[in-house]
């Protein structure tokens, strides 16, 4: 359903792309971060769905929901989590790693799948549109790899949330290799390119922004991801 695709667009973007270092920290330390945080979902939903916003999502027996409603209910969803996650790390001290990053967002995607996912009678949940695909493998080449990095950082070495900088130039090399593969012509022109940005801006940029590199296992994870995503934006492409 091309509606479930395109609201987990919406979900990359808002957790991911919108979620800055400052608005991270603020929804751990105050209630109205959180608030802030959760209610940028809706506002994205709203975005890339707003022809269909008033337009029945669910059907049952029983009610049904248009998208408006729909929304909500996935940002109250959405926002329990969010609360009962950073409650949990404080009250219970539960650690904030990488297996605890993998279940909040399945939880996410789940919450998402359950309303929309399932859909029989619409073969666009098997064939979704393109750019939707291509939108989502993006924020997954830049600010879904860097985040997930980190976590391996945080459980291997110990390591803090990167800073802004180095944050940033990573999403920087990272969206340079993904459009070198996914959107130059020749295929072979593309994986030089991407090979050769995906770590020179670090390189020159290093000691000018005062950036250290990652350790090898995390910047390897991330690089891989987004070459990985950038061929399968290429394919998608091609395919469509």
Known sequence: MFLFWRLILGHFLSDFTFQANWINHWKRSAHTGMLIHCLTHPVVYA?????????PWVQTRYFTLNGVESILIITFIHYLEDVWRVYTIKRFKTP?????????????????????????DRTSFVIPEPWVIVGILAVGATH??????????????????????????????????????????NLWLGIILSLIVIEAPRIMLSERLKIERPPHFSWTV???IALICGLLARAVLAYF
């Open 96 to 120: 904030d790693n990488t297996l605890y990053f993998a279940w909040d967002q399945i939880i996410h995607i789940s919450s998402i799948f359950i309303f929309f996912g399932i859909q029989p």
């Open 222 to 224: 991330g690089s891989a």
């Open 144 to 185: 879904f790899s860097v985040v997930l990095a980190y976590f391996f950082d945080k459980d291997l070495h110990g390591k803090p949330y990167p800073g802004t900088k180095e944050k940033y130039v990573a999403i920087a090399e990272r969206l340079a290799a993904f459009s070198s593969l996914a959107f130059l012509p």
């Open 47 to 55: 975005v890339l769905t707003y022809e269909y916003l008033f337009a």
